[in-house]
Nanobody
C-alpha cells in the first residue's frame, strides 16, 4: 500500500485547505484511513479517520467542528477539508492506513504517507 499526501501550504488564520491522500496498491475494505498531524517538538496527534467500507467518520479533538474527512472510492483518495484554520493547526499532516486498532493511535496504522506541511499564519 502506498499513500501520497498533498494539498498543504501556507494559509492565513481563518482560511481553508483541503488535503488529499491518494492510495495505491492492495487495500482492504476493512481498512481505516486516518489523518494525523505532528507539530515541531510534539507527539503525532490523531485528527480524523474513516473506513473504506462506510462513510462514518471519527473525529479527534482537532477536527471537531472544523475539519471533515471524506473519501472518493473511484479516485482512491481520502480528503481532509480544513476550515477556520488557526496558527496552532500548523503541523505536518500525515495520512495513514491500517486496521485502526486502536483508532486514535499511530500503532493502529501500518502504512503512512510522506506528510504534507500546513502552516497557518496569524
Amino acid at each position: 500500500v502506498q499513500l501520497q499526501a498533498s494539498g498543504g501550504g501556507l494559509v492565513q488564520a481563518g482560511g481553508s485547505l483541503r488535503l488529499s491522500c491518494v492510495v495505491s496498491g492492495r487495500t482492504f475494505s476493512s481498512y481505516v484511513m486516518g489523518w494525523f498531524r505532528q507539530a515541531p517538538g510534539k507527539e503525532r496527534e490523531f485528527v480524523a479517520a474513516i473506513r473504506w467500507s462506510s462513510n462514518s467518520p471519527w473525529n479527534g479533538d482537532p477536527a471537531k467542528g472544523r475539519f471533515t474527512i471524506s473519501r472518493d472510492d473511484e479516485k482512491s483518495t481520502v480528503y481532509l477539508q480544513m476550515k477556520s484554520l488557526k496558527p496552532e493547526d500548523t503541523a505536518v499532516y500525515y495520512c495513514a492506513a491500517g486496521a485502526g486498532v486502536p483508532l486514535t493511535s499511530r500503532i493502529g496504522y501500518d502504512y503512512w504517507g510522506q506528510g504534507t506541511q500546513v502552516t497557518v499564519s496569524s
